[in-house]
């Protein structure tokens, strides 16, 4: 789990030169409780995924400072299978949870409130994150035209084909953290691009490659902290009405910022009535070909899913049982179980709690 | 003209089944031909903790509607003593409870000698944001912390309750296929 290192200290002020190496979260608890009487913060060390619906029942109010996408999409749909409807269909508000996430990068940053299935959540707005940072591989192998290409190769190429490597083992894996692994990288993805005449290529760019260094700087944060902390003020003690819905901040020159409402989207995956998502797929796909798909399709990202349609189990993995009777499948053609226009259900525990997905499969020989 | 008990019934049930639709995430486009429970079952299992995920069985996988529970409790009078539960779920689901049976007989004040168990989220306090998860471990705390002061066996509360000792004995008894209660 997240332990604090030496380059956290310049920004992140509940830590000191003697706290390298401890537990992040149990550090910066015991200095809240140190400094401000009446306050009591518990730590918890685990992934966010292992803590029960119970856990989260127990609050009043989430505010989230996560560092990634799958872990807000995680949060978002958990939050929003806690909030329960009457039977009129009415949000029953003592079970909803304000969720307040905020980011940063570099100079910009967001703060955001959603309030479970009444405002928009983070599922709704998925499609305005900017692309990942991610290169074909062709690219990578044939026409690369940026430092990150070369660094990227080596990363993804030369260094799993180089046996020999100078002072590393052939077994390594490669650690963003190593100055003897960053040096070699280095000095390989120099030559690549003298190679393909590209320039740039420095050492710190190479850091930054390996580990995904995202730039942070402590105004940047202690502003997104600040709006957050408003937000939960608000909420918490009705003294104003809350951020409606999102934030975002721009310190690159000057400072602008912004706040307007996110729509909820009526199709919305997670807070909304989604209607059928569509996939072509050659009907020599096998079921497990096409579970490798749902991990790495942008739309479902699903790395264990379950699949069932109306009357047959195709492929259920988290019940023994079931997942030594349905295995056989896996092997099969898709085309063989799944008829052409049928909807498959797909669920994945792991990456979108409580979310059932429809999808409507047709058949297109390549 | 529809009467005014009908139309009210008719009412009734397009709420029912709107409620289904937000529970289940289903869209009602008049084209679902799946059963209203197989989605929400679906769910429930991918989200089934291992030591439940591991003892359940179902003898017809595709339809997902009846399964058996092995469950051996981790402490208690009943420790490590395998208990089968029989659990039936009605195409209501999760509007309605499933239906869940003992089929080990076993002496307990929540659980009557036909296998009845008093437990209740099964029947009154039952909710559709409760799931498999929530009645497997509800089922594991009956033989935690048995609940003499609401019984359904009202003969084995009364004894757990004024000879504990007894209790203890007739339960083991049980346990061993010996079914005296002395």
């Given at each position: 789990m997240d332990t604090i290192d030496t380059s956290?200290?310049?920004?992140?002020?509940?830590?000191?030169?003697?706290?390298?190496?401890?537990?992040?979260?149990?550090?910066?608890?015991?200095?809240?409780?140190?400094?401000?009487?009446?306050?009591?913060?518990?730590?918890?060390?685990?992934?966010?995924?292992?803590?029960?619906?119970?856990?989260?029942?127990?609050?009043?109010?989430?505010?989230?400072?996560?560092?990634?996408?799958?872990?807000?999409?995680?949060?978002?749909?958990?939050?929003?299978?806690?909030?329960?409807?009457?039977?009129?269909?009415?949000?029953?508000?003592?079970?909803?949870?304000?969720?307040?996430?905020?980011g940063t990068e570099g100079f910009k940053g967001q703060a955001r409130v959603i309030l479970p299935r009444m405002t928009s959540c983070y599922e709704c707005t998925l499609d305005l994150l900017p692309p990942q940072v991610t290169y074909p591989m062709c690219t990578l192998a044939s026409t690369p035209r940026l430092p990150e290409h070369c660094i990227e190769y080596v990363l993804e190429k030369t260094w799993s084909e180089t046996s020999n490597k100078e002072d590393i083992g052939d077994d390594e894996k490669v650690d963003g953290d190593n100055p003897v692994h960053i040096k070699w990288i280095f000095a390989k993805a120099s030559e690549r691009a003298?190679?393909?005449?590209?320039?740039?290529?420095?050492?710190?760019?190479?850091?930054?490659?390996?580990?995904?260094?995202?730039?942070?700087?402590?105004?940047?944060?202690?502003?997104?902290?600040?709006?957050?902390?408003?937000?939960?003020?608000?909420?918490?003690?009705?003294?104003?009405?809350?951020?409606?819905?999102?934030?975002?901040?721009?310190?690159?020159?000057?400072?602008?910022?912004?706040?307007?409402?996110?729509?909820?989207?009526?199709?919305?995956?997670?807070?909304?009535?989604?209607?059928?998502?569509?996939?072509?797929?050659?009907?020599?796909?096998?079921?497990?070909?096409?579970?490798?798909?749902?991990?790495?399709?942008?739309?479902?990202?699903?790395?264990?899913?379950?699949?069932?349609?109306?009357?047959?189990?195709?492929?259920?993995?988290?019940?023994?049982?079931?997942?030594?009777?349905?295995?056989?499948?896996?092997?099969?053609?898709?085309?063989?179980?799944?008829?052409?226009?049928?909807?498959?259900?797909?669920?994945?525990?792991?990456?979108?709690?409580?979310?059932?997905?429809?999808?409507?499969?047709?058949?297109?020989?390549? | 003209m529809i009467g005014f008990k009908q139309k009210k019934k008719l009412e009734q049930e397009q709420k029912t089944q709107q409620a289904t639709a937000s529970v289940t995430g289903i869209v009602s486009g008049g084209e679902v031909r799946k059963k209203g429970y197989e989605i929400r079952v679906q769910k429930d299992l991918d989200e089934l903790e291992p030591k439940w995920s591991d003892n359940?069985?179902?003898?017809?996988?595709?339809?997902?509607?009846?399964?058996?529970?092995?469950?051996?409790?981790?402490?208690?009078?009943?420790?490590?003593?395998?208990?089968?539960?029989?659990?039936?779920?009605p195409d209501e689901y999760p509007i309605k409870p499933p239906k869940v049976l003992c089929k080990t007989k076993v002496y307990h004040p929540n659980i009557d000698q036909e296998g009845h168990i008093c437990l209740n989220i099964l029947r009154e306090d039952w909710k559709p944001v409760l799931n498999l998860n929530a009645i497997f471990t509800g089922l594991h705390f009956l033989f935690l912390e048995p609940n003499p002061s609401d019984p359904l066996d009202t003969e084995a509360a009364n004894v757990y309750e004024k000879d504990y000792d007894k209790f203890k004995r007739i339960a083991n008894n049980y346990m061993r296929g010996n079914y005296s209660k002395y």
């Open positions: 956290n200290l310049n920004r992140q002020f509940l830590f000191r030169d003697k706290d390298v190496g401890k537990s992040k979260s149990q550090t910066a608890a015991d200095f809240v409780n140190d400094r401000v009487p009446g306050v009591e913060v518990t730590a918890h060390m685990c992934a966010i995924q292992e803590k029960d619906d119970a856990f989260y029942k127990s609050f009043n109010i989430v505010i989230c400072g996560l560092d990634s996408v799958e872990a807000r999409r995680w949060i978002n749909s958990q939050l929003i299978s806690l909030c329960e409807r009457d039977e009129s269909g009415e949000v029953d508000l003592s079970t909803m949870i304000p969720y307040i996430d905020g003298n190679q393909f005449g590209i320039r740039g290529v420095t050492y710190r760019l190479t850091q930054g490659v390996v580990k995904h260094i995202i730039p942070a700087i402590a105004s940047t944060n202690a502003i997104i902290a600040s709006a957050c902390t408003n937000e939960a003020l608000k909420l918490a003690t009705l003294c104003s009405s809350s951020m409606d819905d999102y934030m975002l901040y721009n310190g690159n020159e000057g400072i602008y910022t912004y706040t307007y409402r996110n729509e909820k989207r009526a199709a919305c995956p997670v807070c909304g009535t989604p209607p059928p998502v569509q996939m072509t797929i050659s009907p020599d796909t096998t079921v497990e070909q096409y579970r490798e798909s749902l991990a790495e399709d942008p739309r479902f990202l699903f790395k264990n899913a379950s699949l069932r349609m109306a009357g047959k189990t195709i492929y259920l993995p988290n019940v023994k049982m079931i997942e030594e009777a349905t295995r056989p499948n896996l092997a099969k053609k898709m085309s063989e179980l799944v008829p052409d226009g049928a909807e498959l259900i797909v669920t994945d525990h792991r990456a979108y709690k409580g979310i059932a997905i429809s999808v409507k499969i047709s058949y297109k020989k390549e | 359940l069985k179902t003898e017809n996988v595709d339809l997902l509607n009846h399964f058996t529970l092995t469950l051996s409790p981790d402490e208690g009078i009943w420790k490590n003593h395998a208990h089968v539960f029989d659990i039936s779920v």
